[in-house]
């Protein structure tokens, strides 16, 4: 217990983080948040975290996230993920790739966005 509370004291080392940005729509990780921005002048529909993948040295991880269906992003606007919620132990460095589906002018699309981090045990230094 006393090394969840540690873990969530300590601030997170951000450097770099793998965006991908398709037909006006930016998927890039900020942190622990996979952030989604609608850049057309139109609104996407029924957006949400397809699929979260770990690949790396991880002893204990899960790959259960929240999953949030947005009805609607207006043009512009963007919203935010948390699926680093659940405790991850392992050891080295440890990719992280989300992927993210929704409709734009009735075509379906996926995108991802990975970031890198290195693992001791419970602590992640994000590494870029």
Request: glycine share 10%.
């Amino acid at each position: 217990m006393l090394m969840l509370v540690a873990m969530a004291l300590l601030p997170t080392l951000v450097i770099k983080g793998e965006a991908n940005a398709l037909d006006g729509v930016d998927v890039r990780w900020e942190g622990r948040q996979l952030v989604v921005t609608n850049n057309n002048d139109y609104s996407i529909c029924n957006l949400s975290l397809a699929e979260i993948a770990l690949t790396g040295f991880v002893v204990i991880g899960g790959e259960s996230y929240p999953h949030v269906n947005i009805s609607e992003l207006h043009p512009g606007a963007s919203c935010s993920f948390s699926p680093l919620r659940w405790l991850i132990l392992g050891f080295g460095p440890v990719t992280l790739t989300a992927t993210v589906s929704y409709i734009d002018q009735g075509e379906k699309v996926t995108q991802e966005a990975s970031i890198t981090f290195f693992l001791l045990g419970p602590i992640a230094l994000f590494i870029g």
